[in-house]
C-alpha cells in the first residue's frame, strides 16, 4: 500500500476529471458504496473458486461475530447497493463508480493491496448494442487521455449451458496431458479450470494453443448474439481481435469478455476489463437482470500514460502528466507588508487566479528564486515601502501557460496591463490598510 504525494495527487485527479467528464457525456451516474461488506457478498458474487476469493481478501471477523471483508473489486458491492435500494424497479441503471480495492497479492509495478479502480455498470441492459456501448465509453475515454497503443480483444464466454459443456470438454483435454501442466494449473483443474486458459507459465500457454476453444461449443443463439457485438463495434470504427483463451477471473461473467490494453509498458499491459453478467444479480438476491460493466486499474493507468507521455512529448497524456505552476507568487517581507499580502492573496484568488503566498519572511532574494522555481508567470511584490506608498510591484516571470485556464488567462492578460490591477490593489491605500 503506497501514499499518493500532492503532485501524483494532482495527475490523479485530472484523469479522473476527464473521466467523469466522459461518464456525464454518456448519461452515467455515479454511485459510492462502502469499502466494508459482508465476506458472503463476495464469496457468492466473485465465486469461492476464484483465486480472489480463495487468497487474496482481507477478510476478519468483528465484534459481533460476523466474517467482513475489504472489497476486493466493486461490481458486487453496485449490485448489492442497487437491490438493496431497490433501483431497479426504477428502471434501467447507467451507473459509475471510483475507489479504492483491497487485494492480499504480491506487490509490483502497478499492482498493489490497496488499489484504486474506476468502474461502469449497465443494470438491467440486455442487447449486443449495449456491450459495444459500454466498451466505447472505455475506449473513447483512454484515447482522449493519450493512452497509445491501443488493442481491444474480445471473447464470448456464452450462456451457462455453454460453458458446462466447454469446461467439461476442456477437463477431459487436459486431464489426458496433466503431466504437461504447471503445478497451479493442476490445482485449478478440479477447482476452477477455465482459469487455466488465463495461465501465464509459458509450458502451459503453448500447450493451450492446441487446447479446444470456448468459441467451438457456443449455442446457435450465443454464436448469433457475438455476432451482433462484432457488427456494432465495426460499426463505431473500434478494431478488435478475437481472443478464444479470454475468459476473466471472476466467475459471474457470460457471454461477451473483454480486455483494453495498452503496448506502452514492453509488453500488452491490460489496462480495461470487463464483460457481461446476467446472472450475478440474481444469484444476489434481485430480480432476473442483464448487466454489464468493466473497470480499469489507476495505477496501472498512470504507468501507461507516464510511458505514453515518454513516447509522444507533444501528445495529450504529457499534457495531463505536465505540472501547472501557479499564476502569480506573491512575495512579502515585513510585519504590515504580510498582513496585507494575506488579504491581497484572498482577492486575487477571488479573481480566478492561482496564488502561493510566500509565508517564509525570508529575504526578498529567496523568496524570488522560489517563485521562479515554481513556474509562477508573475511575481508580485509588497515590502514596507510598497505598503506606504499604497503599491504594489508587479513582476514577469515566464510566459503564461498554455495549459492555463481560460479564466486564469483572462485574468493574467488584465494583469498585463498594470492598471488592470489597480481595482484589486485599492486595499493597499493607507485608508484600508489592517490595524
Not at 100 to 106: A, G, I, K, L, V
Not at 175 to 182: G, K, P, S, T, V
Not at 253 to 258: E, K, L, N, S
Request: proline share 5%; glycine share 8%; hydrophobic share 40%.
Amino acid at each position: 500500500m503506497v501514499d499518493l504525494l500532492p503532485e501524483q495527487t494532482r495527475h490523479w485527479q485530472v484523469v479522473e476529471s476527464v473521466a467523469r467528464e466522459h461518464f456525464r457525456r454518456a448519461g452515467l451516474q455515479e454511485i459510492r458504496t462502502p469499502l466494508l461488506e459482508v465476506t458472503d457478498l463476495f464469496a457468492r458474487g466473485i465465486g469461492e473458486a476464484t483465486d480472489v476469493v480463495g487468497k487474496e481478501m482481507y477478510s476478519f471477523v468483528d465484534r459481533g461475530d460476523r466474517s467482513c471483508t475489504l472489497r476486493p473489486e466493486g461490481t458486487a458491492s453496485v449490485v448489492r447497493a442497487a437491490v438493496q435500494h431497490g433501483l431497479l424497479s426504477q428502471g434501467p441503471q447507467r451507473l459509475w463508480y471510483g475507489g479504492p480495492m483491497f487485494r492480499y497479492e504480491r506487490p509490483q509495478a502497478g499492482r498493489q493491496r490497496q488499489f484504486h479502480q474506476i468502474g461502469v455498470e449497465l443494470l438491467g441492459f440486455s442487447s449486443p448494442r449495449s456491450d459495444a456501448e459500454v466498451i466505447a465509453v472505455a475506449w473513447a475515454l483512454l484515447a482522449d487521455l493519450g493512452v497509445q497503443g491501443l488493442a481491444l480483444e474480445i471473447n464470448s464466454l456464452g450462456i451457462p449451458e455453454d460453458r458446462k459443456r466447454y469446461r467439461a470438454e476442456l477437463v477431459a483435454w487436459l486431464e489426458a496431458r496433466i503431466d504437461q501442466l504447471d503445478d497451479d494449473s493442476r490445482q485449478r483443474l478440479a477447482t476452477n479450470p477455465l482459469r487455466i486458459l488465463d495461465s501465464k507459465h509459458p509450458q502451459t500457454q503453448a500447450l493451450l494453443e492446441q487446447a479446444p476453444t470456448l468459441l467451438s461449443t457456443l449455442c446457435e443463439e450465443s454464436q448469433e448474439r457475438f455476432a451482433e457485438v462484432k457488427l456494432a463495434l465495426s460499426a463505431l470504427e473500434i478494431p478488435f481481435h478475437i481472443n478464444t483463451r479470454l475468459v476473466r477471473g471472476l466467475d459471474y461473467y457470460g457471454h461477451t469478455a473483454f480486455e483494453i490494453t495498452s503496448d506502452q509498458l514492453g509488453a500488452q499491459a491490460t489496462v480495461c476489463g470487463g464483460g457481461r453478467y446476467d446472472g450475478l444479480i440474481d444469484q444476489l438476491g434481485g430480480p432476473s437482470t442483464p448487466a454489464i460493466g468493466w473497470a480499469l486499474g489507476m495505477e496501472r493507468l498512470m504507468l501507461v500514460l507516464e510511458a505514453s507521455a515518454d513516447a509522444d512529448p507533444d501528445g495529450s497524456a504529457a499534457r495531463l502528466t505536465t505540472t501547472n505552476p501557479p499564476d502569480l507568487y506573491l512575495v512579502n517581507r515585513g510585519e504590515s507588508a504580510e498582513r496585507l499580502a494575506l488579504v491581497l492573496a484572498q482577492k486575487l484568488r477571488a479573481a480566478g487566479l492561482v496564488v502561493e503566498l510566500d509565508g517564509s519572511g525570508a529575504a526578498f532574494g529567496k523568496q524570488f528564486k522560489r517563485a521562479d522555481r515554481c513556474g509562477a508567470s508573475w511575481a508580485l511584490v509588497i515590502g514596507e515601502d510598497e505598503v506606504e506608498r499604497g503599491e504594489a510591484q508587479l513582476k514577469r516571470l515566464h510566459s503564461v501557460s498554455s495549459e492555463a485556464s481560460d479564466a486564469s488567462k483572462d485574468q493574467l492578460h488584465r494583469l498585463d496591463d498594470l492598471s488592470g490591477l489597480v481595482h484589486v490593489v485599492n486595499p493597499l491605500a493607507p485608508s484600508n490598510l489592517p490595524r
